[in-house]
Nanobody, 127 residues
Framework: QVQLVESGGGLVQAGDSLRLSCAAS????????MGWFRQAPGKEREFVAA????????YYADSVKGRFTISRDSTKNTVYLQMNSLKPEDTADYYC????????????????????WGQGTQVTVSS
């Protein structure tokens, strides 16, 4: 079992930056592929970013590419989502997720592929 707890959300202005954290506890954190998803009010959950177990591969949604960065600090059992140049359309609840990977280099972009989820943290970007 892995428990995930997100933090770092808040209210910011367009153009600002935020760093979300996802603290993991339980089984060996470094052996999981990780992902970030978001869900805006009235919309379906969507993929944001993913990082492979091996930390070799990252993948981003087109809407955040070049602005967001997913990283992992295994010494702290934490995954981060650095969000720069935030836009009002980035407003959503953000969730981290963990998956036992099939291979070290795989990344996963579909929510139903993940095994564990956090409770979410809210990000609001004002114009």
């Amino acid at each position: 079992q892995v428990q995930l707890v997100e933090s770092g959300g808040g209210l910011v202005q367009a153009g600002d930056s935020l760093r979300l954290s996802c603290a993991a506890s339980g089984r060996t954190f470094s052996r999981y592929a990780m992902g970030w998803f978001r869900q805006a009010p009235g919309k379906e959950r969507e993929f944001v970013a993913a990082r492979s177990w091996s930390d070799i591969t990252t993948y981003y949604a087109d809407s955040v590419k070049g602005r967001f960065t997913i990283s992992r600090d295994s010494t702290k059992n934490t995954v981060y989502l650095q969000m720069n140049s935030l836009k009002p359309e980035d407003t959503a609840d953000y969730y981290c997720a963990a998956k036992v990977p099939i291979s070290g280099g795989n990344v996963y972009t579909r929510g139903n592929e993940y095994d564990y989820w956090g409770q979410g943290t809210q990000v609001t970007v004002s114009s």
